[in-house]
């Protein structure tokens, strides 16, 4: 009886896989190896060994680490302070609010002065009243004029001497007025052109509320070379007393309100029509029509609203 053949041994059960540290990038899923199966005996074909499958574990993604931060070199002076750079920022970024502010503030402030401002000179204006003088210009004397003949053909040599006299009247009851010295001169009117005669020196005053002022001076002259023609026009109208002159006063003037004073400003007196006296009359006691004049303040002329 023939003996039976031996039973294949049972295979093994494989061992556990044995955890391994996590390599830096996921590799591929490792197949454990299968045991090899014992060589059959007698020919015959043996069992196929149970496979179990392995399971290897899932790739573990590592997490992404900020890049390091850059180490700036510390200055030669020491270790630089960030809590004064941040305040520094800060400081700088609320420059121009601040400036805005400042700017605005002071805006408003001139705004409110010179509404203040305004607001006083109307009252002062309403309470004061002031009004400009007026000035007159009395007939000329003395007038001599002296005519002769000069060197040269065709011209002639006049030497001349005139007084002038200026009325100023102030209307004001509160305001006075203060005139600084200055300078009169006189020229003879002509068709051809005014030729000057002269000028004289001018004193200051002052001209009080509610009275009348008069500037005077005497101007002279020797040896103006004039024409023929205008030598003749100038002899005939001296002889009927009809010579007009033209007279500028260049001053300075000041407000005197009660205690309070003004600076003083330049003022020019200009009088066109001026007159020969009548004979017989000198001084203040000429008698004759006074010719107005007109005043420019800063250069341009001097009016009243009223």
Same mark, same amino acid.
């Given at each position: ?11 093994? %059960?494989?061992?556990?896989?044995? *955890? ?14 299968? %045991?090899?199966?014992?060589?059959? $005996?007698?020919?015959? !074909?043996?069992?196929? %060994? ?15 680490? *900020? ?11 020491? +270790?630089?302070?960030?809590?004064? !750079? ?20 002071? $805006? ?14 109307? =009252?002062? /204006?309403?309470? /004061?009243?002031?009004? %400009? ?6 007939? =000329? ?13 065709? &011209? ?5 001497? &005139? ?21 009169? !001169? ?9 030729? +000057? =005669?002269?000028?004289a020196p001018l004193a200051g005053f002052d001209h009080a509320p509610r009275t009348v002022a ?12 004039? @024409?023929?023609?205008? +030598?003749?026009? &100038? ?14 006063? @260049?001053?300075?003037?000041? &407000? ?28 203040? @006691? ?9 005043? /420019? ?10």
């Amino acid at each position: 009886m023939a003996e039976k053949p031996p039973l294949p041994p049972k295979p093994k %059960p494989p061992l556990p896989p044995k *955890p391994r540290p996590p390599p830096p990038k996921a590799p591929a899923a490792a197949v454990r190896p299968t %045991p090899t199966p014992a060589p059959a $005996t007698n020919g015959s !074909r043996p069992a196929p %060994p149970f496979k179990k499958p392995s399971l290897a574990p899932p790739p573990q993604v590592l997490p992404l680490k *900020p890049p390091p931060a850059r180490q700036y070199p510390p200055p030669p002076g020491g +270790a630089r302070k960030p809590r004064y !750079r941040q305040q520094q920022r800060h400081h700088r970024r609320g420059s121009p609010c601040s400036c805005r502010r400042l700017c605005c503030l002071a $805006t408003g402030l001139a705004l409110l002065a010179l509404c203040m401002a305004l607001a006083a000179s109307c =009252l002062a /204006y309403l309470y /004061y009243r002031p009004r %400009p003088p007026s000035f007159h210009l009395q007939p =000329l004397s003395p007038v001599r004029l002296r005519l002769g003949n000069s060197s040269s053909a065709g &011209v002639s040599a006049m030497d001349a001497t &005139v007084g002038v006299r200026a009325v100023s009247w102030n209307p004001n009851e509160r305001v006075a007025f203060r005139y600084g010295g200055g300078e009169g !001169r006189v020229a003879l009117a002509d068709a051809d052109g005014d030729v +000057a =005669l002269g000028w004289a020196p001018l004193a200051g005053f002052d001209h009080a509320p509610r009275t009348v002022a008069a500037v005077a001076f005497v101007a002279t002259a020797k040896g103006v070379v004039v @024409d023929e023609a205008v +030598a003749a026009r &100038v002899r005939d109208r001296y002889r009927r007393r009809q010579q007009g002159f033209k007279v500028v006063v @260049d001053t300075h003037v000041g &407000v005197r309100v009660g205690a309070l004073r003004t600076g003083m400003v330049p003022v020019r007196l200009l009088c066109d029509g001026g007159a020969m006296a009548p004979r017989g009359g000198s001084g203040g @006691d000429v008698v004759g029509p006074m010719s107005k004049c007109q005043v /420019y303040l800063f250069r341009v002329r001097w009016f009243s609203l009223n």
